[in-house]
């Protein structure tokens, strides 16, 4: 009995599309074999690359390699243009010294690391409560209504991918999005922050990086500054006070 039930869910596995998504994530937490993802596919830093490994592993004592665990999964992410496949994992463990599994566990564990195709520009939109309460869903449909993909596909052109991120720690900004940029691999990355957005902004923004323009980050209310209130500060506008000292001599 538990022998089909094993059968019949690992056949649903394989069926399932490659690029599937869970409800709150873009992440495999699974392998299966692909053309283009595979174990026998050869990988390997880009020579550009091999002094950022060798820097990235010169801040931990050579007897803890495996502490560049993470830092070494991003270059390779930046370098393969936005994700990881296992090949590159294990490049990775091959650095590091260390078994395969002990990448993969760090690589499917933690949503920054994709394990599947993304986008050459991946958006990723706030999901925590303050993003939600000030629209992020609504954020999120406006892209994949314009993109024409749903959250975890590439639009056809290999431009966009959108995901779901919790948390991005600007909750006063809120609702937001951020843009990791895999234009150019790990030469050209960048990874920014668009806060205060609307349905109509973050169109607008897919529009400009589509014709090879860098939108300004940060707040895109003109009528703020930074995480300031609009309209500029109603309170602490002048210069504090300097704290009172007692003269104790004087009591």
């Known amino acids: 009995m538990l022998a089909r039930l094993a059968a019949k869910r690992l056949l649903e596995i394989r069926q399932a599309p490659s690029q599937a998504s869970r409800s709150f994530s873009t992440a495999l937490n699974y392998h299966l074999d692909s053309p283009d993802n595979k174990p026998d596919l050869p990988w390997e830093f880009s020579e550009a690359n091999k002094s950022k490994v060798k820097e990235i592993l010169s801040y931990y004592p050579s007897n803890y390699k495996q502490s560049a665990v993470i830092p070494l999964l991003d270059l390779a992410q930046q370098q393969h243009g936005g994700w990881l496949p296992v090949s590159a994992m294990n490049a990775v463990a091959k650095v590091i010294e260390v078994a395969p599994i002990r990448v993969y566990e760090v690589a499917t564990f933690y949503s920054m690391f994709n394990r599947a195709k993304v986008g050459k520009y991946h958006l990723l939109v706030c999901g925590t409560t303050p993003c939600m309460i000030?629209?992020?869903?609504?954020?999120?449909?406006?892209?994949?209504?314009?993109?024409?993909?749903?959250?975890?596909?590439v639009t056809k052109d290999g431009l966009f991918s959108v995901g779901e991120m919790e948390c991005m720690g600007c909750c006063v900004n809120a609702p937001m999005i951020t843009v990791a940029d895999y234009f150019n691999g790990s030469e050209g990355y960048t990874y920014n922050y668009f806060e205060d957005v609307t349905p109509e902004k973050v169109v607008e923004i897919v529009e400009k990086l589509r014709k090879g323009e860098k939108p300004p980050h940060g707040t895109q209310n003109p009528k703020r500054i930074k995480c300031g209130p609009e309209g500029g500060n109603k309170t602490l506008l002048g210069e504090p006070k300097p704290p009172q000292f007692r003269d104790l001599d004087a009591c």
């Not at 892209?143 to 596909?153: A, M, P, Q």
């Open 134 to 153: 000030r629209g992020s869903r609504e954020i999120e449909s406006a892209l994949l209504d314009h993109l024409g993909v749903k959250r975890g596909e």
